[in-house]
């Protein structure tokens, strides 16, 4: 009741995400899209120190030397290793067909690679080490790590050198599976193959938009809000002796932090609501869909409200036991930023270094989106089953803390 006598703290909650989920939706069109109309120009110069024409002898040493082969063997897998070139391999991937129209490659020294790279006019830059030929050759033949690796440098990590630093990465893990299946079957009918540039279909049911993400997330970001109004109205509710009128009613004191969870699950399952409705009738997030769609989007709104009524239990908790108002305010603002940043709120989540990621899929906020994320794509119950157990574990932790913290009678400050 005394949220939704505060106005103002109402329309921000309702109409505010709705603003930046339209917004958004156009200052982020056609970063998810239709395969035409994406379009990068990745610029890529390759800086080679490798001599070609002498790595076969420099393989026929290695092998000699420090595998300490016979030499008809060594004859053997030198002409077999001679059809494999791992720096022609890497040019014909770059220069394939799929990955000619996004990938510029430039054959530069390093010293003015650098430079162009530092300027920006290069995305980045590839140095291949002297005797890395021969020493892949020999590490895949004798079974043994390379000591030599290909070196990939970038001035600032964008959106196109990470691009550029996922194609080389997809090129090193394809060739080593090669070289693996040649060493279990000891050489026989090698036959390196390339991974195909351009994009992979993923099988899924659906498209997942940029609109459907921003929708998500928003409605999830704005569930942090919620949390952080519900504990910070402890203060006006103590101020109408709502506590103590709980206590009047010869209720336990703990129906107080009870009635508070209830409200958040309330608020927040509503909340969450009212901004996929009136994104979907406004940007047509979720065309087409079954009932059994949004049965399961109901079901795991409801999830995230619990874990949501928990995090309220333990910011009421220790607003009851802080003295300054203003310092619980800002202790939970600092922790839903951290949240919503994590969880993909404030940063489209694909955006964020990996270990970023990783993080913020353990984060309530976070393990809500991927989980519609998949519902979307492929609305499949085994998709969302783990998912839905971390957020229930995480909704009883919650509580657990909230209810330890929980002053008991005179402790309240």
Request: a negative charge; aromatic letters at 10%; charged letters at 15%.
């Amino acid at each position: 009741m005394i949220f939704w006598r505060d106005w103002k703290e109402l329309l921000a909650v309702l109409l505010l995400p709705i603003i930046l989920v339209v917004v958004l939706n156009f200052a982020f069109a056609g970063l998810f899209g239709d395969d035409d109309k994406v379009s990068m120009d990745l610029q890529l110069a390759i800086v080679n120190q490798d001599d070609e024409t002498e790595a076969m002898e420099q393989l026929n040493e290695k092998l000699v030397n420090e595998a300490a082969l016979g030499e008809q063997e060594v004859t053997a897998i030198v002409e077999t290793a001679g059809d494999i070139q791992p720096i022609q391999l890497l040019s014909d991937y770059l220069e394939s067909d799929e990955l000619k129209d996004w990938v510029t490659v430039h054959s530069l020294e390093e010293k003015e690679a650098a430079e162009k790279v530092k300027a920006g006019d290069l995305d980045g830059m590839l140095i291949i080490p002297q005797g890395y030929t021969a020493d892949s050759l020999y590490a895949s033949f004798a079974g043994k790590s390379p000591t030599n690796s290909l070196i990939y440098k970038m001035e600032e990590e964008t959106i196109d050198s990470s691009a550029l630093q996922q194609l080389i990465q997809g090129f090193i893990n394809q060739l080593n599976y090669q070289f693996a299946i040649q060493e279990i079957t000891d050489g026989a009918d090698i036959d390196v193959k390339l991974p195909e540039g351009g994009f992979e279909d993923l099988g899924t049911e659906h498209d997942f938009t940029i609109t459907q993400y921003f929708t998500i997330s928003m409605g999830a970001l704005f569930a942090l809000f919620v949390v952080t109004t519900v504990a910070t109205k402890t203060g006006v509710e103590i101020r109408s002796q709502v506590f103590n009128r709980i206590l009047l009613t010869n209720s336990h004191p703990m129906r107080f932090l009870i009635g508070k969870m209830v409200s958040t699950i309330i608020l927040v399952i509503l909340q969450i609501i009212f901004v996929l409705i009136v994104s979907h009738f406004i940007l047509g997030v979720f065309p087409d869909r079954s009932l059994a769609f949004w049965v399961g989007i109901l079901v795991m709104i409801v999830l995230l409200a619990l874990v949501m009524s928990g995090l309220a239990a333990i910011f009421t908790a220790i607003l009851l036991r802080m003295r300054n108002i203003d310092a619980a305010n800002g202790i939970f603002m600092l922790v839903l930023l951290l949240l919503g940043t994590l969880g993909g709120g404030f940063v489209p989540i694909y955006m964020m270094p990996g270990w970023l990621q990783e993080i913020g899929a353990w984060t309530p906020n976070g393990l809500f989106l991927s989980m519609l994320t998949d519902w979307v794509q492929f609305e499949n119950l085994s998709f969302i089953v783990q998912p839905s157990i971390l957020l229930i574990g995480t909704f009883l932790l919650f509580t657990f803390i909230g209810l330890a913290l929980f002053p008991k009678r005179g402790k309240a400050q």
